[in-house]
Structure formats: structure tokens, C-alpha cells
């Protein structure tokens, strides 16, 4: 039997995507073409590797079999083939998306986008805005780097903690919550606003509460956390949210941080990326720089709330 590398490729994406148009799509060919590939593996294989079921088409028992390794050799030559590549900052032409939080974009975006330019002139970024858990996006190579609070379930997802933020309550100045010390009941008293894409009007902090036979009011849930701490300015709402990602934003407002009158863990902070990329050394470029430059944000400060 004999599989070039571009049928062992054809059949990777083939796999992830599950589809003839996914896997063209994954790897810029057309999709007669991707039919003709299938049709050689099959021949090869002699497995039919995608049977149709309905509208859709699923992998067969020695497909799901086969898909890892085929996965692992497909990187193996990848790797093999670009070791000895080195990497000219100065003349590197890509372009990197990179998925944050919108509050660790806000407090670091600036910083990264300026040492990217400053390093690699011929790389542009796109820092796209957060829409939800979506790790299929960094198995098909649509993003390069994402923030999340957990850590992947995926195996494929690689992980790297770079740091842990605590929770701050922050209020108006002239809060009835900055008179005298914030209690867990005067914190559970006052009206309270999330900060949810998908408008949540609870998170653990309810929990907590729950958990000393206390209860709050969330009137409201906002989408950003940049939109949380306007609101809570220009009210008398509280908000709780990470420390370090919205220090810089709090004190442009001038609102006033408190600690959290509760016991809540600290928030961990991750990077994703797909595990493609781990010997991409302009990847691995871009994500040691990223790393040290949200590092700076849990940097000791001269003074704390």
C-alpha cells in the first residue's frame, strides 16, 4: 500500500471535519477534489472511512480507529519537514487571530498589538472578540490563541496557566457600600449586574451567597465587563468582577474597589492553542510574547484595595 503525504493529509482533515466540504475547505482545495482523495484512501484502505447517514456523513468503526495516529503522523511530518526552518521576525508575513476575553483585550491588547509591530512589522493581528466556547475554531485553525477561565476537555487543545485573579466588588464613589465595612449582608442587600454574554443573571457568587443563607438581586447582565463598570459608575449597582484584567479600566473611571466581603476563589487564567502549532516557532513566537505580556498584568502593585 502506498499513501503519499498528501493522502495521510487528506485524511486527517477528512477526519476532523467529517465531511468532504469541511476538510476542502480546511485545506483550500475544491471539493471534487477532496472526493477524488476520499476515493484513493478508500482504494487504499480499503475502508470506506465517511459513509453517508441521512444529511450528514460519520466516520466508520476503523476510521475512529485510525484517527489519532493518522493525526500524530500527519504532525510528525509536519514537524519533520520545517525543523530546520528559521524563524526572521523581520520578514515574517502572517496574520494571527487571537480570541480574548473582552476585559483582557482591553487591558492588554494595546500592549501586545504594539510589540507584535515592533518585532515582526510584516504581521498583522486580529484580535477578535470573544462569542463563546468554541474549540472547534482552534482545531480548524480559524483562531491562534484564546483566553479561557478552565481548562480544555479536548486533548488536542494545548493549555498554558499564566496567572490567577482574585474577584473585586467595584461601586460609584459615594456607594453606601463604601461607608463602614462591606459585610456579606450589606453586599447581599445592595443590587447587583453581571457581566454574561449570554445574559446570565446568576453566576457562582449566588452560590456563595446561597451557601450562608444569603441572597442577592442581579437587575441586570451585561454583555462586556467594559459595560459593567459604565453602568455600575453611573448607578448604584455593584459589580464583581477579576482584579488584574479591569485595574486599568476602574481606575480610568475612578470607581471605587473593594474587597469582596466573601471566601470566592481566585479566577485562573489560561492560553489555547491547538496542539498544531506547538513546533510552529512563529506561533510559539507569538504565544511567549502574549504570555509575558499578560504576566505583566499580575505583577506585584505598590498598592492594593
Not at 473585586?168 to 459585610?183: C, D, E, N, W
Not at 446568576?202 to 451557601?211: F, M
Not at 474597589?257 to 466573601?262: A, E, F, G, I, Y
Amino acid at each position: 500500500m502506498q499513501l503519499d503525504l498528501n493522502l495521510l493529509t487528506a485524511l486527517d482533515a477528512l477526519l476532523e471535519e467529517g465531511s468532504v466540504a469541511g476538510a476542502a475547505a480546511r485545506l483550500h482545495v475544491t471539493s471534487p477534489a477532496m472526493s477524488r482523495s476520499l476515493g484513493r484512501i478508500r482504494k487504499a484502505t480499503g475502508d470506506q472511512i465517511l459513509v453517508r447517514t441521512g444529511r450528514s456523513m460519520v466516520p466508520t468503526t476503523r476510521a475512529l480507529a485510525m484517527r489519532a495516529e493518522v493525526h500524530t503522523l500527519v504532525q510528525q511530518a509536519h514537524r519533520l519537514l520545517s525543523a530546520q526552518q528559521d524563524l526572521d521576525l523581520a520578514a515574517l508575513d502572517r496574520v494571527f487571530t487571537v480570541r480574548w476575553h473582552d476585559a483582557l483585550t482591553t487591558a492588554c491588547g494595546t500592549a501586545l498589538a504594539t510589540a507584535v509591530h515592533r518585532q515582526a512589522p510584516g504581521v498583522r493581528l486580529r484580535l477578535s472578540a470573544e462569542p463563546g466556547r468554541d474549540d472547534a475554531e482552534l482545531r480548524r485553525g480559524e483562531v491562534d490563541l484564546e483566553s479561557s477561565a478552565g481548562v480544555p476537555t479536548l486533548p488536542d487543545i494545548r493549555h498554558h496557566l499564566v496567572g490567577r485573579d482574585r474577584l473585586v466588588v467595584a461601586v460609584r464613589p459615594g456607594h453606601p457600600l463604601t461607608v463602614g465595612p462591606p459585610s456579606a449582608e450589606r453586599y447581599a442587600a445592595c443590587e447587583h449586574l453581571t457581566v454574561s454574554r449570554r445574559g446570565s443573571l446568576r453566576d457562582p457568587i449566588d452560590d456563595t451567597l446561597g451557601a450562608r443563607g444569603l441572597e442577592r438581586r442581579v437587575v441586570t447582565a451585561g454583555p462586556t465587563a467594559a459595560f459593567a463598570l459604565q453602568l455600575a459608575l453611573d448607578s448604584d449597582l455593584v459589580v464583581t468582577l477579576p482584579d488584574a484584567v479591569t485595574r486599568t479600566a476602574r481606575e480610568q473611571l475612578g470607581l471605587v474597589t473593594l474587597r469582596s466581603p466573601l471566601p470566592l476563589p481566585d479566577v485562573p487564567l489560561y492560553l489555547l492553542w491547538h496542539q498544531r502549532y506547538d513546533d510552529d516557532r512563529a506561533h510559539t513566537w507569538l504565544r511567549n510574547l502574549a504570555m509575558e505580556t499578560v504576566r505583566e498584568l499580575f505583577a506585584p502593585q505598590t498598592a492594593s484595595p
